[in-house]
């Protein structure tokens, strides 16, 4: 089955750092989402993105956070100036189309000392 | 806005039992259900999804009703084995291309 690559696995990194975790999404796929779980917690949505823009964002997506598609594979999510809150597992996933089977990277763990 | 709830939030169940998992949501509009397994420090896997034009779906073990006049769904796993342990969640799209809405998920836990 094809996969939605991310690394790094993991990231350490001091507040107020900026970070960029990366995502291959699955090369016929057409739509992008970053996701978050803090440890314990349930899976926030972050943001989607659908030809080469935004298509929608959760209030969590603020101005610290973006999104690009640099090139025709890789899909990142930047943190501007990280905060002790953002410490947790992100997730990228792709999708061929909407309302089909979501496909997860196996994630992001940052954790911001 | 789009919300999903989900109960309980942790299940105790012993194996060879049956486990239900329900959730409700919001929108009369959303048209698909799919349920996520977790793995503790894993990424969610897809399970078995159910589109609203569909009361129930089964695979194997697995199963999911569909609602649609309450806006409910449940997740029912069958002859429950210690591996089903995990973290369960269930989720909707809303409408359109509107992205995935989670619920808080249940922890289940399968006694041996």
């Known amino acids: 089955e094809p996969e939605v690559t991310q690394t790094p696995s993991h990231q350490v990194t001091q507040m107020g750092q900026e970070v960029i975790l990366r995502c291959v999404p699955i090369s016929n796929h057409l739509y992008f989402y970053w996701y978050r779980q803090i440890l314990g917690q349930k899976v926030e949505f972050l943001v989607s993105f659908y030809n080469n823009e935004i298509s929608e964002k959760s209030e969590i997506f603020d101005d610290q956070f973006s999104v690009e598609r640099p090139d025709g594979s890789n899909f990142t999510l930047k943190i501007r100036s990280t905060k002790l809150e953002d410490s947790a597992m992100y997730f990228c996933?792709?999708?061929?189309?909407?309302?089909?089977?979501?496909?997860f990277g196996s994630g992001t763990q940052l954790s911001v000392l | 806005g789009e919300n999903v709830e989900q109960h309980p939030s942790t299940l105790s169940v012993q194996e060879g039992d049956s486990a239900v998992i329900k959730c409700t949501y919001s929108d009369s509009a959303s048209n698909y259900f799919p349920w996520y397994k977790q793995e503790l420090g894993k990424r969610p896997q897809l399970i078995i999804d159910?589109?609203?034009?569909?009361g129930e779906k089964k695979d194997q073990r697995i199963a999911v009703t569909l609602n649609k006049t309450a806006k409910h769904f449940s997740l029912h796993i069958t002859e429950t084995q210690p591996e089903d342990s995990a973290v369960y969640f269930c989720?909707?799209?809303?409408?359109?291309?509107?992205?995935?809405?989670f619920g808080k998920g249940t922890r289940l836990s399968v006694i041996a």
């Open positions: 989720a909707a799209i809303f409408s359109g291309n509107t992205p995935l809405v």
């Open positions: 159910i589109r609203s034009n569909v």
């Open positions: 996933a792709s999708v061929r189309v909407s309302n089909e089977k979501l496909f």
